[in-house]
Nanobody, 123 residues
Framework: QVQLVESGGGLVQAGGSLRLSCAAS????????MGWFRQAPGKEREFVAT????????YYAASVKGRFTVSRDNAKNTVYLQMNSLKSGDTAVYYC????????????????WGQGTQVTVSS
């Protein structure tokens, strides 16, 4: 069982930066692939980024590649999402998720989810 708690969301101007954190409970954090997803009002939840067990493999959605960076610190049971050059289209609730398998962009492959943190980008 893994419990996830996101933090770091807020209101930022376009072009600004935010860093989201996701703290995980449980001793086996390092055995989980971690992902970030987001959901804007009226839209489906979409994949943003994923990072492998030891952080050696990352993958990003095309819409955020080059602007967002996912990382993890297994000693702190925490995964991060550094978001730079934010755009109004990045406004959404951001969720972190944990999967027992390999890195994936598919929501259904993630077993555990946080409650989400709101990111609002003003233009």
């Amino acid at each position: 069982q893994v419990q996830l708690v996101e933090s770091g969301g807020g209101l930022v101007q376009a072009g600004g930066s935010l860093r989201l954190s996701c703290a995980a409970s449980g001793r086996t954090f390092s055995s989980y692939t971690m992902g970030w997803f987001r959901q804007a009002p009226g839209k489906e939840r979409e994949f943003v980024a994923t990072i492998s067990w030891y952080g050696d493999t990352t993958y990003y959605a095309a819409s955020v590649k080059g602007r967002f960076t996912v990382s993890r610190d297994n000693a702190k049971n925490t995964v991060y999402l550094q978001m730079n050059s934010l755009k109004s289209g990045d406004t959404a609730v951001y969720y972190c998720a944990a999967a027992g398998g390999k890195s994936s962009t598919r929501r259904y492959e993630y077993n555990y989810w946080g409650q989400g943190t709101q990111v609002t980008v003003s233009s």
